[in-house]
């Protein structure tokens, strides 16, 4: 329980760092067109009925935030091989929050298995290279910060009867294929029995 709290403390710092240092980058370079609409909330917008996303969220939480804290998440797809599906994903609670990559781990009926994100400092890199496959390192390595996963976060927090913006913005979840074999690696990214 001490090394989770203590590996979430790393994380909480690393994201403020990284947060502050990406809002300076954002502030000074992007200017808003004309052409630009804020996300708002939409209160009578309802949730749709795909319960997977339920699920996903549920499983991103309890990976990432400490034993014994519950909260929501937001997730970005970053890619999908066979039965694992690739987020970067944005999990809080109001007080505290973690921001990395991981890997959801499906069923053959789409049900999650398990939810696994890399270790942090500098055995999150090596991790990285573990859990997911080449063409998403460079994803992961060059990742840039979605102010709006944190804003919608927020609202979320106060509306809990707002959806994940992935979910809002229609992004279809995961089709399962059938398993492949052609992934040499594949074997050492499974899940924790």
């Known amino acids: ?32 067109s004309s052409t630009d609409t804020p996300l708002t909330p939409q209160s009578s917008r309802t949730i749709p ?43 809080s609670n109001g007080s505290m929050a973690m921001s990395a990559p991981a890997v959801i781990y499906l069923g053959t009926d789409g049900v999650v298995r398990d939810v696994r994100f890399p270790r942090d400092g500098t055995l ?10 080449l063409e998403i390192h460079e994803k992961i390595f060059t990742y840039q910060r979605n102010p709006d996963l944190e804003t919608h976060i927020r609202r979320r927090l106060e509306d809990p009867s707002i959806a994940p913006l992935i979910i809002i913005s229609g992004t279809p979840l995961p089709v399962l294929p059938t398993a492949s074999t052609d992934d040499p690696a594949a074997e050492l990214r499974q899940p924790y029995p």
């Open 49 to 91: 009925s795909t319960p997977e996303w339920r699920e996903y969220e549920s499983a991103l939480a309890k990976a990432a935030l400490p034993e014994g804290v519950s909260g929501m998440c937001e997730w970005e797809i970053l890619g999908q091989q066979a039965q694992e599906l690739y987020v970067w994903a944005y999990c």
């Open 1 to 32: 329980m001490v090394k989770k709290l203590l590996r979430f403390c790393v994380w909480i710092a690393l994201l403020t760092v990284l947060t502050v240092v990406m809002s300076a980058c954002l502030s000074a370079s992007v200017t808003p």
């Open 124 to 133: 999150g890199a090596q991790d990285s290279k573990v859990l997911f496959p």
